[in-house]
């Protein structure tokens, strides 16, 4: 009597998810629907479901039922060992009661942990990911390489021309061509420049050699 009480009792708290599969012995199914969260704000859940079988002897609920899984497809095998580890403990200690409904509660609630270890190990991951800055930049391709190592090579050839002051000696734009160095103009300067002269100095000189010329006579 207990047992189909019991089996009442569950029917009208499990509309859907009990499953009579046996009433001598009594053997039902109660699938328990699970879901994990999306870490995305708009992100669909994961809907799984988690299902026990009970087994009752004749002399429940003075001995535990049979427990197993009938679905558990997300569960791990070592999961579900621990699990049923844990629900047959409970069940020792609801040894003289019915303990259905109680089994079942703490069957959510260690399915209801895995989900959300799920759900924040994601999370940690996403966060950690959004971390890390994303460079948006123009693709290096063998081509583009090439000419960024050019330039930059005359560049570096640019650096090494010493310049002694704003224009370049004959000797240094000879070396400097020959080193095939593209010289600038404003750095030789303008060759059409006017370059002023002071005769004066050229007057003292021919002087001087007047005198000496006389002097000898």
């Known amino acids: 009597e207990e047992q189909e009480g019991e089996l009442e009792a569950l029917e009208s708290i499990y509309v859907t998810e009990l499953e009579i599969l ?63 580890i844990e629900l047959n403990k409970c069940a020792e200690n609801e040894v003289g009661c019915v303990m259905i409904f109680t089994l079942v509660s703490e069957l959510q609630d260690k399915v209801n942990d895995y989900a959300d270890n799920i759900y924040n190990k994601k999370m940690q991951e996403k966060e950690e990911k959004d971390k890390i800055p994303v460079f948006h930049g123009t693709p290096v391709t063998l081509e583009s390489f090439t000419e960024w190592n050019t330039k930059f090579i005359m560049e570096m050839n640019m650096k090494k021309v010493k310049v002694v002051s ?9 070396l400097a ?19 002023e002269v002071d005769e004066s100095l050229f007057d003292e000189e021919l002087d001087d050699e007047l005198l000496d010329v006389s002097d000898s006579d």
Do not use: M
């Open 22 to 84: 046996s009433r001598d012995p009594i053997i039902y199914n109660i699938a328990i629907p699970c879901e994990i969260r999306s870490v995305e704000v708009d992100g669909p859940t994961r809907e799984f479901t988690v299902g026990l079988k009970f087994k009752l002897p004749e002399e429940y609920p003075d001995v535990p039922p049979h427990i197993e899984f009938s679905e558990c497809d997300e569960l791990d095998a070592d999961l579900q060992k621990s699990i049923l």
């Open 166 to 174: 704003d224009k370049l000696t004959g000797k240094q734009i000879f």
């Open 177 to 195: 061509k020959g080193g095939n160095i593209d010289i600038s103009e404003n750095l030789i300067g303008d060759a059409e420049e006017d370059v």
